[in-house]
């Protein structure tokens, strides 16, 4: 049989699901950290058929990534699997990131037909003392496997966290033993005064917490790790190659610092405005190992990429076709702004910012003047 060819990526998506409820009660989870663990499982306003005609390769323009990550447990409840399959029908790439022990869905997802696995991408959370605590390490490792013999891309990664500094070396250990390699590490922070100053969630000071992880060897880590902190005043295309979407409502933004955006699932024979953001909003790209490295700003870090950050290549945790094409950048198949254009969305959004900023200080004076005078 002719290999058949795999699409470039048009745009990517970064799926929410407010999903609170989880089978894991991680200390450094963001949502134990906020103190919003509510164990919802919400039902979609739209049915999974509806959402992945609302998504289709014509209305998004081609082949696109869509991410999907609950703030619980993803795969919790059975809507996000006939979800995936929605949108694999339609010719998209999926990727689920889950804490690898819902097997039952795991199951269902192997069944799907053989091109349907080919982009399908799993980034397991390795949350090791919950694995041991359950006895569910061995269930991790089997659902880890399954994916692979399936035909699926996947990476495995550990937040580094003070909680896990007594195990790294059994980690190590059990991860080389299981998987051939060590786990990509991801930086863990503090989900508390994000609009002034990322921190790590550590006792150790900064430079003991990178040297901690660097013994991981792990490409995620560093680049994560580099992008700390660190403020993007280049042209962003965040809003055209790239978008933010709550899968329970539909409401899709530019990305994470935009405060409006438009709901694409109530009438999808209507269009989708894809404009770039120009102007960043946040203090730092709030995920930039995805945005970044599929690149959203097409001059910065042009040699990393997605697959890079992720796989471990001697092991081959990505198929090659998935490795092409996460290597890959979103340029490939969009077209770069003129100058003028460029300059008109920059300064607009950057006016439009402001004005609303100032607004707001107005309304939160007033707010003050009449609480004394009361």
């Not at 006939?82 to 689920?96: D, Q």
């Not at 694409?264 to 995805?290: K, Q, R, T, V, Y």
Request: proline share 3%.
């Amino acid at each position: 049989m002719e290999k058949q060819l795999m699409e470039p990526i048009k745009r990517f998506f970064e799926c929410l699901l407010p999903v609170t409820a989880c089978n894991f009660k991680c200390s450094y989870c963001y949502i134990i950290q906020r103190d919003h663990r509510y164990n919802k499982i919400p039902k979609l306003k739209y049915s999974a058929e509806h959402i992945g005609k609302a998504l289709s390769k014509e209305r998004l323009g081609g082949a696109c990534y869509f991410s999907i990550c609950g703030a619980g447990e993803t795969l919790l409840g059975d809507q996000i699997v006939e979800l995936a399959y929605e949108l694999l029908k339609e010719g998209h790439y999926v990727n689920i990131t889950t804490n690898g022990t819902i097997t039952k869905a795991f199951d269902r997802i192997c069944s799907f037909p053989e091109g349907y696995l080919s982009r399908m991408h799993f980034a397991f959370s390795f949350h090791y003392t919950e694995l041991k605590k359950l006895n569910k390490l061995a269930e991790f490792f089997s659902n880890v496997k399954k994916v692979k013999i399936h035909g699926c891309s996947f990476l495995v990664q550990l937040n580094l966290t003070d909680t896990y500094e007594p195990y790294l070396n059994e980690i190590k250990d059990i991860c080389n033993k299981e998987l051939g390699a060590l786990p990509q590490l991801v930086a863990t922070r503090k989900e508390i005064n994000l609009n002034n100053k990322i921190e790590f969630l550590t006792e150790h000071s900064e430079q003991e917490y990178i040297e901690q992880g660097s013994s991981f060897n792990s490409p995620l880590f560093d680049f994560t790790v580099k992008n700390f902190n660190e403020k993007r005043k280049e042209f962003c295309y965040a809003g055209d190659w790239s978008g933010v979407l709550n899968l329970e409502t539909g409401l899709l933004r530019k990305c994470y610092s935009d405060n409006g955006g438009q709901l694409i699932f109530d009438d999808i024979s209507a269009p989708i405005n894809f404009e770039a953001i120009g102007c960043c909003g946040s203090l730092f790209c709030m995920n930039s190992s995805h945005f970044l490295s599929l690149g959203v700003i097409p001059d910065l870090y042009t040699e990393v990429t997605y697959a890079g950050l992720r796989n471990r290549p001697e092991h081959n945790w990505y198929t090659e076709d998935m490795n092409e094409i996460l290597s890959s950048k979103l340029s490939l198949s969009n077209n770069e702004y003129s100058k003028i254009k460029k300059a008109c969305i920059y300064y607009t959004t950057l006016l439009k910012r402001a004005f609303t900023g100032g607004i707001t200080k107005i309304k939160n004076g007033l707010k003050t003047v009449l609480r004394i005078k009361k």
